[in-house]
């Protein structure tokens, strides 16, 4: 395991093969994840009167996925990840859709063989990071069928702010960068899952071996990045563990039909800054204290909930604009206003309630 660490902290990322149980792990996530997006699509679909309710279940899931997006003008994304999303001006908060923080996701983000190379990584004491993100990257065709739906509805998908980020080809970016910046220091790190096998064909990951040593970046970024870049093909099972500051990108899906699935989740060591303050993180693993551990979905659901919430009502207290143009006293004292707000789980059940 030493010689993991070594490669991690000299390279800035670490692919490991057969991490997880494809059967026991990835299976019951996929199954249960594409019953949400079933869900998801048709209720959009039968909200707009769409024609296409008739054959609905002859689809495949690309093809329902692409429906939804289009139905929904892009917020269906806003339910699946909002993360990102909730820096968008059009943000909508649907409590009456089914939640899209469901159990088997949970399991996913708390595996303990996830944990211990984690713990390996950043040490014994582990947050399970608010930034999380669910990528499904659509072929050309499905592309088109979304941008013809929301066409039918009135709507532009291009005008949806992370659309691109979520279900295109991923620019290069750094992680850390999307984060306030008292996070900057924080030792946090990317856990990328692929649910699909990814392919340079369908979308993998590219990353600069290395690039994480030269600090915190914005945009604009070097044109010369994809000639220094290299791609990571990976199946299910496998996992590719990111450090914060490491530039990386997605290719794009150049095939027929084919599709790339996959989850990113974030940790770091406990106690330091996550980067996203007003949304709900846990500890996932203590070896000091494993009574504060979160154990229970319903729990994580209800604390997104609460926020969702709260912050639909109050607004986020900076945009995605401010972390790069915010200062490190400012961004110190968002995160220790939430922190004070939301000590614990039982602080983010209470926003709102007091």
């Known amino acids: 395991m030493s010689s993991l660490k070594e490669q991690y902290v000299e390279e800035g990322y670490l692919v490991v093969k057969d991490v997880l149980n494809i059967e026991q792990d990835i299976y019951p996530l996929q199954k249960a994840y ?5 869900a998801l699509a048709r209720i959009y679909l039968v909200e707009t009167n769409s024609e296409v309710l008739d054959r609905f279940d002859e689809m495949s899931l690309p093809e329902r996925f692409a429906m939804s ?6 917020t269906v994304l806003h339910h699946l990840d909002p993360v990102l999303n909730i820096f968008v001006p059009t943000f909508q908060w649907r409590k009456d859709l089914p939640d899209a923080r469901i159990p088997e996701m949970f399991a996913l983000m708390r595996h303990p063989k996830v944990l211990d190379v984690l713990e390996v990584l950043i040490g014994p004491e582990i947050a399970a990071s608010p930034i999380y993100h669910f990528n499904l990257k659509l072929a050309p065709d499905h592309l088109k069928l979304a941008d013809r ?6 709507a532009d ?3 949806e702010g992370f659309y691109t980020f979520q279900v295109g080809k991923t620019g290069w970016h750094m992680d ?9 220091e924080s030792e946090i790190i990317n856990a990328w899952i692929p649910i699909t096998h990814a392919t340079k064909e369908n979308g993998c990951l590219v990353v600069i071996p290395g690039s994480h040593k030269e600090g915190v970046k914005y945009h604009p970024f070097p044109e010369d990045l994809d000639a220094q870049g290299i791609t990571l093909p990976v199946d299910p099972g496998d996992i590719v563990f990111l450090d914060n500051k490491v530039m990386h990108s ?5 095939s027929r039909e084919d599709y790339r699935w996959a989850y990113n989740f974030r940790y770091l060591p406990i106690g330091q800054p996550s980067g996203r303050p007003f949304i709900p993180g846990f500890v996932a693993r203590s070896r000091s204290a494993p009574e504060t551990e979160l154990h229970n979905a319903y729990v994580w659901s209800a604390m ?4 969702l919430d709260y912050l639909t009502e109050k607004g986020a207290p900076a945009s995605y604009e401010d972390r790069s143009k915010m200062g490190l006293e400012e961004a110190q004292a968002i995160t220790s206003h939430w922190r004070e707000l939301t000590p614990d789980v039982d602080g983010w059940l209470r926003l709102g309630k007091d």
């Open 69 to 74: 997006l289009g139905a929904s003008r892009g």
């Open 34 to 38: 594409s019953e949400l997006l079933y």
């Open 250 to 254: 997605s290719t794009p899906n150049t």
């Open 157 to 159: 998908l291009s005008k």
């Open 149 to 154: 739906v929301a066409e039918s509805v009135g």
């Open 176 to 184: 850390a960068g999307s984060g306030l910046r008292d996070s900057h």
């Open 304 to 307: 997104w909930v609460r926020c």
